[in-house]
């Protein structure tokens, strides 16, 4: 229950970003004697790029012994489509690193302001 608590916490704090909210998909890879090759996919704090985001997420674990699941929390960096995430499974106990897709959006420029010239 306290780990639940815990991920119920973390992911709170990623609700104060302002930004729109990005999606990742990837690979992860869970440290420990139960852990291992995964897929993942993430919700992040934010879509802009080269930026570091917080993420809440799900992961399965379909190449051990039998099929596992989990339910992470981390923090990472994302650049122009590709994001890097260090996390920890609050179901399995482990801690793991993700890489893949985000689907970022750069800044847009600011308006550009066209004044006449005096007549």
């Given at each position: 229950m306290?780990?639940?608590?815990?991920?119920?916490?973390?992911?709170?704090?990623?609700?104060?970003?302002?930004?729109?909210?990005?999606?990742?998909?990837?690979?992860?890879?869970?440290?420990?004697?139960?852990?291992?090759?995964?897929?993942?996919?993430?919700?992040?704090?934010?879509?802009e790029?080269?930026?570091?985001?917080?993420?809440?997420?799900?992961?399965?674990?379909?190449?051990?012994?039998?099929?596992?699941?989990?339910?992470?929390?981390?923090?990472?960096?994302?650049?122009?489509?590709?994001?890097?995430?260090?996390?920890?499974?609050?179901?399995?106990?482990?801690?793991?690193?993700?890489?893949?897709?985000?689907?970022?959006?750069?800044?847009?420029p600011?308006?550009?302001?066209?004044?006449?010239?005096?007549?």
């Amino acid at each position: 229950m306290k780990k639940i608590l815990a991920a119920v916490l973390l992911s709170s704090a990623c609700g104060v970003a302002t930004a729109e909210v990005g999606f990742f998909a990837g690979i992860t890879y869970a440290f420990g004697d139960s852990g291992g090759l995964g897929l993942t996919v993430k919700a992040l704090s934010s879509r802009e790029e080269n930026k570091g985001v917080a993420a809440l997420g799900a992961t399965v674990y379909p190449f051990g012994e039998k099929v596992r699941y989990g339910i992470d929390v981390g923090a990472g960096y994302q650049g122009v489509n590709v994001g890097g995430i260090a996390s920890y499974d609050v179901l399995n106990n482990l801690f793991g690193v993700s890489g893949g897709y985000v689907n970022t959006k750069g800044s847009e420029p600011a308006p550009v302001v066209i004044v006449p010239p005096p007549a």
